[in-house]
């Protein structure tokens, strides 16, 4: 089982930028899949990013491709999502999902087993 815990969200205006981490404790970080998803209020959590075991593919939904970028360091046991350019329509709260399930990271909640609490994003205009 793995633990984690999101941090780095806030306050920022159009155009500026933000990096989330994620830090994963109680187990080996390598073997789970992980991702960003968010969720604004009355919408449905969409996938933002995801990334594969040992990095070797990323992935973005279209609404933040070109903008957003994922990494992760699992020698330190994090998950990063930098994100310039930031919108408006970015504001949501973000959640770092794993999974030891998939091998490849997944645009579908269901198939990530552990998630973070969150931390909010707000983009004024």
């Known amino acids: 089982q793995v633990q984690l815990v999101e941090s780095g969200g806030g306050l920022v205006q159009t155009g500026g930028s933000l990096r989330l981490s994620c830090a994963a404790s109680?187990?080996?970080?390598?073997?789970?899949?992980t991702a960003w998803f968010r969720q604004a209020p009355g919408k449905e959590r969409e996938f933002a990013a995801g990334?594969?075991?040992?990095?070797?593919?990323?992935y973005y939904g279209d609404s933040v491709k070109g903008r957003f970028t994922i990494s992760r360091d699992n020698a330190k046991n994090t998950v990063n999502l930098q994100m310039n350019n930031l919108k408006p329509e970015d504001t949501a709260v973000y959640y770092c999902a794993a999974s030891a399930v998939i091998r490849v990271a997944s645009r579908w909640p269901s198939n990530y087993t552990y998630w973070g609490q969150g931390t909010q994003v707000t983009v004024s205009s």
């Open positions: 990334i594969n075991r040992i990095s070797t593919n990323t």
């Open positions: 109680g187990h080996t970080f390598s073997d789970y899949a």
